[in-house]
């Protein structure tokens, strides 16, 4: 290969590099609010597997297209190609590459569930594109208060806090403290989710499972069931409330003074009113009864 | 020799080196497919081993453990007619039909036995397939296995009853080998079976 | 053996035992390797659209955010006999189609080693197809736990009765996997003992290379589908305690022994993809396929890596921190001999003579497809990135940009290729590309709004959704829809094309291959004399021939 040649790829890998590392930027857009300290490390992450991808596209794409565009061999021309069956340095390259790419991709995640696993309460705020480097390795520190007993089921979802005997439709956290759950499933698999904390984990019936994060943002945002679960299993959805200290212990001592009634419950609902019209289709597993809480999310109230 | 005679011997010798191909074809296709099915097992096998490790309450109510002694006597019974069926093929190999069908039918006898130990034993059991993840699992492979085993009689009765065909072993004696190579296969998977259910506490 | 030769008549007169005319061959029990093959394929073709109409139904129902078009035990109902369908009677059979076709002309020999088996296994095809297409009309509808039919769900049994959807599909899995274990069986055996003379390992086509690879898989996985399935048959049927956790089982085993199967599963759709793409290009780019051992080896490598990667279906299941940073590391290892393939191609066809021909743009489409796949790919293998994206249409659409970006699109490049081969006729050039066209730009409006759906946190397998999903779905949809008409013009041109497309000859694409070398359509025996390999395979560009002799008369 002659220079010109090489200094036209270098600065096609340039160009490569810097698109990539602008599409990288972008890749934060593409997400809901970092509403967790978990977000901002999970999109960290993805950020840098999209600049990793983006540059490894536009690479092989370009050398596809530029082909395809400029190598056609000519309308009646019946020559073969040159008789080239490899180039081992060439194959080496792009063996050794990849192999160290894996690495770098699988050292960045690692790290990142470690820092995960182990955030504290000194989690980062969330400042769109700051680092997760911020975070301390702390060791967890033990739940302050016990663990809120989140119920799923076919189809709803129960918060019960059990410190002020509260039952709920809606989970509400406290901002900027470690959120300490438990999570048990009355009947099937289930799968807690809130996509603007970027977390997400089963719930195996016959199994109590210990989860905790630490949402960072004042705000209401969705949870939805993520693990398959019959019937109305896409209508099992609910909302996470997170709010200042004081709002917090507030909502809690107004849910805990309020005498429980029968909540909203859109699977609960469908189903009354197809039996009532005859429209059920296929035979269902019955939904089990709305459940009876102090408070009740609303499928009105707006979320990011 | 005439060319009509030549070609015709050298058409034979071709024949038949294409049979021998296509036996070892079949042989090389049945332990590709005996590879394939002793997965099973081993997935079973894994099932039981992490229910075992993992379950709280093994065993089933008021049940202290299996009765090795019988099973024991089948598993010997059962191993022996491997070196049985062994013997039988050696009878054939050489020619001796007659030497062959006497220890095939005492295989079948063997393996008939330990069918019927089988049977004996779930009678007495006080536990059924539903009865927990043990009950579960004990049958599963306990029964899986015995359907194989059956399997393996019905097979070596088939071979007895061609045996009887003139000419059978003309064209090799594939059935025999595979009958007898599945049988082997049977007694391996019941050895493990054995230390497994039987022997690890 | 006489040396008279026969004065041979005009081709298009003779008739040929391989020739299409007799369509009623296809309707027998043919022990004929290629006659199966064409069963095979036009068998899984026909599912293939039967599937897609189910998805037409589901993009329809998925146009709007609540559950307005069919009730929400129909759609549960669509979604999953959409995933089962596509699987069981759409990808295996075909690949299993195009294997034995090719596979047996490929290297010389007459037929495949077990051919009454062969018929066998394909013969069960049609039987658990219509299984699973009479459990739509059972009481209680079709299976509607997901094509992996996770329990505690896919134990429920709402009906009550013991013949229902769930049972009726794991009794057609199972015959699927007996059908594709005696399948297994013999393409193992056939590639391992009956290659012609001469060709030794590096001399076979890639195509086997993968076929070989893909086939190891099945008869080491498909075991413990086959384990897992009993037991979740039992738990249905007799009420035993395996997966069950009212009765002490556990239902994260059931995903062990399911994904220990399916994970591999999807290297045996993928992998005679790839062998189809290391056939095309070197032909269509007129060079040789580089890094052709490098290239066939991978494969293999691919087949053992596949064994120990199946728990990052299963990142958010419960599994253990350990457990989920071994399968990660695993997982993202096998894009090294993937990777290798890829870049492979793309420099098989830089620099050579490109005919951008039907055949060659649905492999260009289906690489470039498939990249993007293996990009998100990669992402999935990374556990923090998986939790936030896992049981999201992040995921939908990663594997159906494989499935259908790159699998459905190499199939059509197959078919495009060898349908001189089969048929003895050419397909008509412009409807091809017309063909591509709308396949290309209907599988990426399809499949690409997916992504951002998942990264919002739009969960698979709904029937409704919140509003903030609309846009990206009415995308999804126009995309799907113009999926379906995508395949008219393929069917028109196959039909048309058979009965009185313009003669194709031996050889129309100047290709090298033992396949090339005999007519078109082959005959009954594939080779009046089994040919002598004295070369590589990928021979272009240098004069070395193929083989010693003349496996074709005149």
Redesign the interface.
């Known amino acids: 290969m002659n220079r010109r040649t090489i200094a036209k790829l270098i600065g096609l890998a340039i160009a490569a590099l810097l698109l990539s590392l602008w599409i990288g930027q972008q890749a934060y857009t593409w997400m809901l609010p970092q509403a967790a300290a978990e977000a901002i490390l999970v999109d960290n992450l993805f950020s840098f597997m999209t600049t990793i991808g983006s540059f490894i596209f536009f690479g092989v794409m370009g050398t596809l297209i530029y082909s395809m565009i400029f190598q056609r061999a000519p309308k009646y021309d019946s020559k073969d190609g040159p008789p080239i069956e490899g180039n081992l340095k060439l194959e080496i390259v792009w063996t050794a590459i990849p192999i160290m790419l894996v690495i770098w991709i699988a050292g960045f995640s690692y790290q990142t569930y470690d820092h995960m696993s182990l955030l504290g309460t000194m989690a980062p705020r969330a400042m769109g594109m700051a680092t997760a480097a911020a975070a301390a390795l702390e060791e967890p520190t033990a739940p302050a208060q016990s663990s809120i007993e989140v119920s799923a089921r076919q189809w709803a979802w129960e918060f019960y806090y059990p410190e002020q005997a509260v039952r709920s439709t809606e989970l509400h956290l406290p901002v900027n403290e470690r959120a300490h759950l438990v999570l048990t499933s009355e009947d099937v698999l289930h799968g807690f989710f809130v996509p603007a904390f970027r977390v997400k984990q089963d719930v195996v019936p016959g199994r109590a499972i210990d989860f905790e994060f630490t949402p960072i943002r004042e705000g209401r945002y969705r949870l939805r069931d993520s693990e398959y679960s019959g019937t109305y299993f896409a209508a099992n959805q609910t909302n996470v409330v997170v709010e200042s200290a004081t709002a917090y212990e507030q909502w809690l001592a107004t849910a805990a003074a309020t005498p429980p009634t029968s909540a909203e419950n859109v699977a609960h609902e469908e189903f009354r009113r197809a039996t009532d019209n005859d429209t059920l289709g296929w035979t269902t597993v019955k939904p089990a009864p709305a459940p009876i809480v102090n408070y009740a999310s609303s499928e009105e109230d707006p979320y990011e | 020799m005439s060319t009509a005679n030549l070609d015709s011997t050298l058409e034979a010798q071709v024949a038949h080196g294409a049979e021998h191909e296509e036996e070892d074809h079949r042989m090389f296709g049945f332990i590709v497919f005996l590879l394939s099915e002793s997965v099973i097992f081993f997935s079973f096998f894994v099932g039981y081993i992490v229910y075992k490790t993992n379950v709280t309450d093994w065993y089933p109510a008021g049940f202290e453990g299996l009765e090795v002694r019988e099973p024991f006597i089948n598993t010997v019974v059962l191993v022996s007619s491997s070196f049985v069926i062994y013997i039988a093929e050696r009878y054939l190999h050489k020619e001796n039909l007659w030497g062959f069908r006497i220890f095939w039918l005492l295989t079948m006898l063997m393996g008939s036995y330990f069918l019927f130990g089988q049977a004996v034993e779930w009678m007495g059991l006080p536990f059924g397939f539903t009865d927990g993840l043990f009950g579960g699992t004990f049958y599963l492979l306990t029964g899986f296995h015995g359907l194989h085993v059956l399997t393996g009689v019905l097979l070596q009765g088939i071979m007895l009853g061609r045996s009887f065909r003139p000419n059978n072993y003309a064209g090799g004696e594939y059935g025999v080998n595979a009958t007898s190579i599945f049988w082997h296969f049977v007694d391996v998977i019941w050895i493990i079976l054995f230390l497994l259910i039987y022997i690890w506490r | 053996?006489s040396n008279a030769s026969l004065e041979v008549a005009s081709p298009s007169f003779q008739p040929q035992p391989g020739a299409p005319d007799n369509w009623r061959r296809f309707f027998t029990f043919s022990t004929d390797h290629k006659v199966i093959g064409i069963q095979y394929i036009v068998v899984a073709f026909v599912f293939f659209l039967f599937g897609g109409l189910l998805a037409m139904v589901m993009r329809g129902e998925l146009l709007t955010p609540p559950?307005d078009l069919?009730?929400?035990?129909?759609y549960?109902?669509l979604f999953t006999m959409h995933g089962t369908l596509m699987l069981f009677m759409w990808t295996f059979p075909m690949l299993n189609g195009l294997a034995n076709y090719l596979v047996p002309l490929m290297i010389g020999a007459r037929d495949m080693?077990?051919p009454r088996?062969n018929a066998a296994a394909f013969w069960l095809v049609p039987v658990f197809g219509v299984i699973l297409t009479v459990s739509f009309f059972v009481?209680?509808?079709p299976s509607?736990?997901?094509w992996w039919a996770?329990p505690?769900?896919s134990l429920?049994n709402?009906?009550g009765n013991l013949i229902n959807g769930q049972s009726l599909w794991i009794l057609a899995v199972a015959l699927s996997g007996v059908s594709s274990?005696m399948g297994?069986?013999?393409i193992?055996?056939t590639i391992?003992?009956?290659r012609a003379p001469g060709m030794g390992w590096f001399q076979m086509p890639a195509f086997c290379w993968t076929v070989l690879s893909a086939q190891l898989i099945q008869?080491?996985?498909?075991?413990?589908l086959?384990?897992?399935a009993?037991?979740l048959l039992?738990d249905l049927t007799?009420?035993?305690?395996?997966f069950n956790?009212?009765?002490?089982?556990?239902?994260?085993?059931y995903q062990h022994?399911f994904w220990?199967y399916s994970h591999p599963a999807v290297y045996v759709i993928i992998l005679p993809i790839f062998g189809v793409f290391s056939e095309v290009f070197p032909v269509y780019?007129?060079?040789?396929l580089?890094?052709?051992?490098?290239v066939a080896v991978s494969s293999l490598i691919i087949t053992g890596l596949s064994a120990i990667v199946w728990v990052h279906h299963m990142f958010?299941?419960?599994t253990p921190?350990w457990m989920?940073?071994l399968f990660?590391?695993t997982t993202?290892?096998i894009?090294?001999p993937t990777?290798?393939k890829?870049?492979?191609w793309?420099?098989t066809?830089?620099?050579?003579?490109?005919?951008?021909t039907t055949g060659m743009l649905f492999a260009?489409g289906g690489?470039?497809m498939f990249?993007?796949a293996g990009?998100?790919g990669?992402?999935l293998a990374?556990?923090?990135?998986d939790?936030?994206v896992?049981?999201?249409y992040f995921v939908v659409g990663h594997f159906h940009y494989v499935i259908y970006g790159a699998v459905v699109m190499g199939f059509y490049a197959a078919i495009y290729h060898w349908f001189p081969k089969m048929t003895g006729r050419m397909y008509y050039e412009g409807l091809g590309k017309l063909h591509f066209v709308l396949t290309f730009i209907g599988a990426n409006l399809n499949f690409l709004p997916m992504h951002?759906m998942g990264?919002?946190?739009m969960?698979?397998?709904?029937?409704?959704?919140?509003p903030e999903f609309a846009f990206w779905n009415v995308l999804a949809s126009l995309g799907g829809f113009l999926l379906g008409v995508s395949t008219l013009p393929f069917i028109l041109n196959m039909l048309s094309s058979w009965s009185r497309g313009p003669e194709a000859g031996d050889n129309p694409w100047?290709a090298i291959g033992l396949e090339w070398l005999v007519s078109s359509p082959p005959p009954h025996e594939n080779f009046d004399e089994i040919p002598v390999v004295v070369s590589g395979p990928?021979?272009?560009?240098?004069d070395e021939p193929l083989v010693a002799n003349s496996p074709a008369k005149e």
Request: charged letters at 10%; hydrophobic letters at 45%; glycine letters at 14%.
């Open positions: 053996m559950a069919v009730d929400r035990t129909v549960n109902g080693a077990f088996l009481p209680g509808g509607q736990s997901g996770y505690p769900v429920q709402p009906s274990i297994a069986v013999n193992v055996t391992l003992r009956m008869l080491i996985g498909l075991p413990a086959t384990a897992g009993v037991m039992f007799v009420g035993t305690s395996f956790p009212e009765l002490g089982g556990d239902p994260v085993l022994f220990f780019a007129r060079k040789p580089f890094g052709y051992p490098v958010a299941s419960g921190g989920r940073m990660m590391v993202m290892t894009s090294v990777g290798i890829v870049f492979a793309v420099a066809v830089w620099g050579g003579r490109l005919r951008l260009l690489l470039s990249l993007f990009i998100t990669i992402m990374s556990v923090p990135f939790i936030h896992n049981n999201t951002p990264l919002h946190g969960p698979r397998r709904v029937a409704s959704y919140d100047r990928y021979g272009y560009g240098s």
